[in-house]
Each structure stands twice: as structure tokens, then as C-alpha cells.
């Protein structure tokens, strides 16, 4: 099946510091690569959407720069959080689709904690 | 921005099936219904997807009714790692997107 890895699978660090986070899909071409973040025990939410060779299309309310986001191949997409501070700990989630209606395939997720 | 419903929690006796339902009435007609489930600490693990016709694969069963304004996710023979949160999801093709409802959390009780 497809498989999406996401790595790191957790980061600790001081406030301040950006975070760069990378999706790679394994055994297909990611023409859509999508990014969301999870607090505990809420639902997944959506960040961003991008697609490979473009801009990405953020959603409202989510600062596009604070969160960067490079989609610069059909295998990998990165995430990263500039000058990160306590309030953008949480759980980044990137996903990715091949084409049409085929089905998003999860990463394991990257638990992202400012001290 | 979720266009489905589904109830908060279930549970379901280990070995026999559990049946998730979800309400979509908004769906349009060339919008497919997305299953997904999460373990704790996980990323979403796809289990199945469906435009009007049942589907059926190892993992579970696809039931839409055929207004196609619900739908019912049956895991056929539960068992306790079927324990997890179930979301089901209309993706809107032009944009792409998933969003994510409140889902329904699933225990299986041994």
C-alpha cells in the first residue's frame, strides 16, 4: 500500500527556534500534499494544501509566515515552523494523494514541543 | 468546514461487528465518502472509500444508502486493536481538501 513517512517523529526545543519538518511519499507521485496539526483530543484541522511546483494555499487563519510550507517534488513536501514559541506545540500531521479521487495517505505525525 | 456527522462514541463487544454511521446530506454527486481511522498518537490509517455503489475490502464494508446522504462503515468481526477514533470524510475533488469532523471513538470490550 502507499506509504507516506514523516519525519522527525518528535522535536523538542527552546522558543525561538524554527522548525523544519519533511513528508516524503515512499512508493508514489504526490501531486497534493497536505499538512494539518492536532491538539489533544480535538480533530484534525487543516493547515495548508500544496501542490508540487507551486505556492501552497493556506487556510484562513493559519499565517503563511509562520508556517512554511515547500512542495519542491512529487515525493516530498516540508513543513517548517519560523521562530517557534510554547503556543505552536502540537501534533503536525502531513498527508498525500496521487491524483483524482485516490485516497490521502497519512504520515505518523511529528509532536512538536516548545520549551 | 466538515460536511458529515457522526455520532461522539461507541461501543462494540470484541468479535462482533461494529456498524459506524455517518450522515452526509449535503453531498453533491461527484463528492466521494472517505473513511479513516485514528490511534492514538498516529497518523489517520485510510480503510476504505465509496461513490454510490457498497464496497468491500479486507478491512471493512462501505454501506450508502441510496440518496446517498449516509452511510455506514461495518467492521465485521471487531477486535480490541479496532479500537480507535473513526472519521468519515466528503472530499470536495476542485479543492482537494479533507476536513476533518469530530468522528466517532470506537472501544471494542473484550
Known amino acids: 500500500g502507499a506509504v507516506v513517512s514523516q519525519h522527525p517523529s518528535r522535536v523538542i526545543c527552546k522558543s525561538g527556534t524554527s522548525v523544519k519538518i519533511e513528508c516524503r511519499s515512499l512508493?508514489?507521485?504526490?501531486?497534493?500534499m497536505f499538512w494539518y496539526r492536532q491538539f489533544p483530543k480535538q480533530s484534525l484541522m487543516l493547515m495548508a494544501t500544496?501542490?508540487?511546483?507551486?505556492?501552497?494555499?493556506?487556510e484562513q487563519g493559519v499565517e503563511k509566515d509562520k508556517f512554511l510550507i515547500n512542495h519542491a517534488s512529487l515525493t516530498l513536501s516540508t513543513l517548517t515552523v519560523t521562530s517557534a514559541h510554547p503556543e505552536d506545540s502540537s501534533f503536525y500531521i502531513c498527508?498525500?494523494?496521487?491524483?483524482?479521487?485516490?485516497?490521502?495517505?497519512f504520515g505518523d505525525g511529528t509532536r512538536l514541543s516548545i520549551l | 468546514d466538515a460536511k458529515t456527522t457522526q455520532p461522539p462514541s461507541m461501543d462494540c463487544a470484541e468479535g462482533r461487528a461494529a456498524n459506524l454511521p455517518c450522515n452526509h446530506s449535503t453531498i453533491s454527486g461527484n463528492e466521494y465518502v472517505y473513511w479513516y481511522r485514528q490511534i492514538h498518537s498516529q497518523g489517520p490509517q485510510y480503510i476504505i472509500h465509496g461513490l454510490k455503489n457498497n464496497e468491500t475490502n479486507e478491512m471493512a464494508s462501505l454501506i450508502i444508502t441510496e440518496d446517498r446522504k449516509s452511510s455506514t462503515l461495518i467492521l465485521p468481526h471487531a477486535t480490541l486493536r479496532d479500537t480507535a477514533v473513526y472519521y468519515c470524510?466528503?472530499?470536495?475533488?476542485?479543492?482537494?481538501?479533507?476536513?476533518f469532523g469530530t468522528g466517532t471513538s470506537l472501544t471494542v470490550i473484550p
Open positions: 498527508s498525500a494523494r496521487e491524483q483524482g479521487y485516490q485516497p490521502q495517505h
Open positions: 470524510i466528503v472530499m470536495i475533488l476542485a479543492g482537494n481538501q479533507f476536513y
Open positions: 500544496s501542490n508540487e511546483g507551486s505556492k501552497a494555499t493556506y
Open positions: 512508493d508514489f507521485q504526490a501531486t497534493t
